[in-house]
């Protein structure tokens, strides 16, 4: 069975910085891509990046861009995002998604999310 | 970036009626098109994929259809647990983008 699970959520100072994991378990980790889809409160959901199975290919939502870092270390089945200069619109759910395929795709499993709150 | 817009934004149905929800693409997504069920509090859960391909959680009372830029998931008798927002997904090209949602609600 496929499980994901965030972690790292907490409430951030604008300007500040956190880093968002996601530990897998239940397939073969290096094998496929991983993605983040975050949401805001009340609003709908939101692709912010991907990566692939062999960590490359890195790809950003234009508004995330030079402030969020997508990585992962295969050896602990964990898909990390580095996010930086947090700002109030950043405030959301993330989620680790599982791709399904190599390139553009949708999204069969979702991890519970973790929230992430940008206040002063 | 294709535009995913759809319509309506919220739909009052009674249990047992036909519920039809629309989502439209500002350019050709060909039928890499998904929807996806999310309840308050919960996690989205994939509905439909390849825009008609009903994923395995899913009873035959969900559908999909269209290809292009429109198309339309359609609940042939909604029960109490299908009461939910639904958004489609499109998956042509980077950046992957959202729909804003369509809320089923009860009438």
């Known amino acids: 069975e496929v499980q994901l699970l965030e972690s790292g959520g907490d409430l951030v100072q604008p300007g500040g910085s956190l880093r968002l994991s996601c530990a897998a378990s239940g397939f073969t980790f290096s094998t496929y891509g991983m993605s983040w889809v975050r949401q805001a409160p009340g609003k709908g959901l939101e692709w912010i990046s991907s990566?692939?199975?062999?960590?490359?290919?890195?790809r950003y939502v234009d508004s995330v861009k030079g402030r969020f870092t997508i990585s992962r270390d295969n050896s602990k089945n964990t898909l990390y995002l580095q996010i930086n200069s947090l700002r109030a619109d950043d405030t959301a759910v993330y989620y680790c998604?599982?791709?399904?395929?190599?390139?553009?795709?949708?999204?069969?499993?979702w991890g519970q999310g973790t929230l992430v709150t940008v206040s002063s | 970036e294709i535009v995913m817009t759809q319509s309506p934004a919220t739909l009052s149905v009674s249990p047992g009626e036909r519920a039809t929800l629309s989502c439209r693409a500002s350019q050709s997504v060909s039928d890499n098109l998904a929807w996806y069920q999310q309840k308050p509090g919960q996690v989205p859960r994939l509905v439909i994929y390849g825009a008609s391909t009903r994923a395995t959680d899913f009873p035959a009372r969900f559908s999909g259809s269209g290809s292009g830029t429109e198309f339309t998931l359609t609940v042939s008798s909604l029960q109490s647990e299908d009461f939910a927002v639904y958004y489609c997904q499109q998956y042509d090209s980077w950046p992957l983008t959202f729909g804003g949602g369509t809320k089923v609600e009860i009438k």
């Open positions: 998604a599982k791709r399904i395929i190599a390139g553009p795709t949708y999204f069969e499993h």
């Open positions: 990566i692939a199975g062999s960590g490359g290919g890195a």
